[in-house]
């Protein structure tokens, strides 16, 4: 049974630095696509980044590319989201998704395991 859990998310001031954390379990073998989404009150999920467990070129959202870097720690079964430069506008819900498959995809119906999420507030 695959497990995500997030952790790291609190309050940040404008421009400010975060770091989010998911840590996953159960996961068997390497073919996994580690994903990172938002969801703000009365909007969709929205796709941040992601990138293959086992390594690979990341792909990001063009609202995020620049700031925000999503990267993996094998041997401790982490992956992270580093916000940098955050605004107003990336107070958000942010969720750890995964699914096992070779193929990045930015739709959320692509992820099949998803975490409880953390709650992120930029304040101006």
């Known amino acids: 049974q695959v497990q995500l859990v997030e952790s790291g998310g609190g309050l940040v001031q404008a421009g400010g630095s975060l770091r989010l954390s998911c840590a996953a379990s159960g996961l068997t073998g390497s073919t996994y696509v580690m994903g990172w989404f938002r969801q703000a009150p009365g909007k969709e999920r929205e796709f941040l980044a992601a990138t293959r467990w086992n390594g690979g070129t990341p792909s990001y959202a063009d609202s995020v590319t620049g700031r925000f870097t999503i990267s993996t720690d094998n041997t401790k079964n982490m992956v992270y989201l580093h916000l940098n430069s955050v605004k107003a506008e990336d107070t958000a819900v942010y969720y750890c998704?995964?699914?096992?498959?070779?193929?990045?995809?930015?739709?959320?119906?692509?992820?099949?395991?998803w975490g409880q999420g953390t709650q992120v507030t930029v304040s101006s």
């Open positions: 998704a995964t699914s096992r498959t070779s193929y990045i995809r930015d739709r959320p119906s692509a992820y099949y395991y």
